[in-house]
């Protein structure tokens, strides 16, 4: 069960797009539909913005988009906003009937 | 409103136990899948163990396999997590979380293992 790995930063500035991958394997995010994204700001809980590679919560942004290509899965973050820095981790269902995380990206604007 | 509430964490002396509670409300518990899901101070997010909806499938880590038992008691919408043999790497803060999506997260409960 080896966490998934993502980039330890990615930074823009307000207005930009930004995007966070996540790479797994072939028993994990290359196997299934069933990847998720959470934010997490300091001291607080996560939140889910994205499931099931690119599906967004009620109350979510458009601004926050998801997509898989093999076994990387990625996060876009358009119109980059200061409220969007933060922790964001990606979670991959496997097939070990288990769910991984990933390494977890500090977003920062500029 | 969706509301789950862990308790039960605290400092504990390595090989000791522990068992963590959940409180859930303003959903029907018994429909859902719960998770735990630990995170050690600094860290990132690791994925415990997580229980269907009505206690016939369960699954843990294997970091924590034969030490953590989790069980679930949807007469009182409430959620456990039976922590034994406890060691310094499991010093975190403890969530659960509802769903295959964990779309609702709790506030977490602290547990130190520590001397």
């Known amino acids: 069960q080896s966490a998934l790995t993502q980039p330890a930063s990615v930074s823009g500035s307000p207005g930009q797009s930004i995007t966070i991958s996540c790479t797994g394997t072939?028993?994990?995010?290359?196997?299934?539909?069933?990847v998720s994204w959470y934010q997490q700001h300091p001291g607080k809980a996560p939140k889910l913005m994205i499931y099931d590679v690119s599906s967004r919560p009620s109350g979510v942004s458009n601004r926050f988009s998801g997509s898989k290509s093999g076994n990387t899965a990625s996060l876009a973050i358009s119109g980059l906003q200061a409220e969007d820095e933060a922790d964001y981790y990606c979670s991959s269902y496997t097939s070990s009937s288990t769910y991984v995380f990933g390494t977890g990206t500090k977003v920062t604007v500029l | 409103e969706v509301q789950l509430v862990e308790s039960g964490g605290g400092l504990v002396k390595p090989g000791g136990s522990l068992r963590l509670s959940c409180a859930a409300s303003?959903?029907?518990?018994?429909?859902?899948?719960i998770n735990w899901v630990r995170q050690a101070p600094g860290k990132g997010l690791e994925w415990v163990s997580s229980i269907s909806s009505l206690g016939r499938y369960i699954y843990y880590a294997d970091s924590v396999k034969g030490r953590f038992t989790i069980s679930r008691d949807n007469a009182k919408n409430s959620l456990y997590l039976q922590m034994k043999s406890l060691r310094g790497e499991d010093t975190a803060v403890y969530y659960c979380?509802?769903?295959?999506?964990?779309?609702?997260w709790g506030q977490g409960t602290l547990v130190t293992v520590s001397s």
């Open positions: 072939s028993s994990d995010v290359g196997a299934y539909n069933y």
């Open positions: 303003g959903f029907t518990f018994s429909d859902y899948v």
């Open positions: 979380a509802r769903g295959d999506n964990r779309d609702y």
